[in-house]
Nanobody, 126 residues
């Protein structure tokens, strides 16, 4: 079982940057996809970005492409989300997720992911 713990959320102003981190621990499979999702109040959880741990391939939702970057740190066993040029519509709880034994970096559905973190709040004021 993989354990995921997010950190780094907070309150920022529009245009600011913020970096989220997801610490991965436990029995990690030989290969997997890590992803970030977010859920705004009254909305469904949505895909933000993913990274295939072995190949490093990345995939982004159109809404964040060019502003967000998903980064892995093999030494620290973390997957970070660097968020630049933040907008009020980026306000949400951000979740880290893992899809075991997968090489499909294009997996966007919540149901495809096996493990989830507890989430971290990001609030962007205008």
């Amino acid at each position: 079982q993989v354990q995921l713990v997010e950190s780094g959320g907070g309150l920022v102003q529009a245009g600011d940057s913020l970096r989220l981190s997801c610490a991965v621990s436990g029995r990690t499979p030989s290969t997997y996809v890590m992803a970030w999702f977010r859920q705004a109040p009254g909305k469904e959880r949505e895909f933000v970005a993913s990274l295939q741990w072995t190949t490093g391939n990345r995939y982004y939702a159109d809404s964040v492409k060019g502003r967000f970057t998903i980064v892995r740190d093999r030494a620290k066993n973390t997957v970070d989300l660097q968020m630049n040029s933040l907008k009020p519509e980026d306000t949400a709880i951000y979740y880290c997720a893992a899809k075991y034994g997968s090489t499909n970096v294009y997996a966007r559905a919540v149901r495809e992911y096996n493990s989830w973190g507890q989430g971290t709040q990001v609030t962007v004021s205008s």
